[in-house]
């Protein structure tokens, strides 16, 4: 099976930058869109940034101009970097392939931001 395991997470405060890193086993990766999600405790899982295999990127309105996601298919990982972050980006934050290949979820890596 294909496994994910997400990197980079911690606490910072408000204003500040964290980079989470994803890095994930199997030939599909290169052939496959890449999403991350955040999840806050007892809230649903919402979607914060995808890319498609070729680089294309989209993003939740909540980071646009905040938050970049990339890929290094020579590395078999995904990226987000998360700039001028904010108490509400506060959550889990899970790496993701999508349909048709997955769906596949990686174990989450806590990102806490101090106001």
């Known amino acids: 099976q294909v496994q994910l395991v997400e990197s980079g997470g911690g606490l910072v405060q408000a204003g500040g930058s964290l980079r989470l890193s994803c890095a994930a086993s199997?030939?599909?990766?290169?052939?496959?869109?890449m999403g991350w999600y955040r999840q806050v405790s007892g809230k649903q899982r919402e979607l914060v940034a995808s890319?498609?295999?070729?680089?294309?990127?989209n993003y939740a309105d909540s980071v646009k101009g905040r938050f970049t996601i990339s890929r290094d298919n020579a590395k078999n990982t995904v990226y987000l970097q998360m700039n001028n972050l904010k108490p509400e980006d506060t959550a889990v934050y899970y790496c993701?392939?999508?349909?048709?290949?997955?769906?596949?979820w990686g174990q989450g890596t806590q990102v806490t931001v101090s106001s």
């Open positions: 993701n392939v999508p349909r048709p290949y997955g769906p596949y």
């Open positions: 890319i498609s295999s070729d680089g294309r990127s």
């Open positions: 199997g030939s599909i990766f290169r052939i496959s869109a």
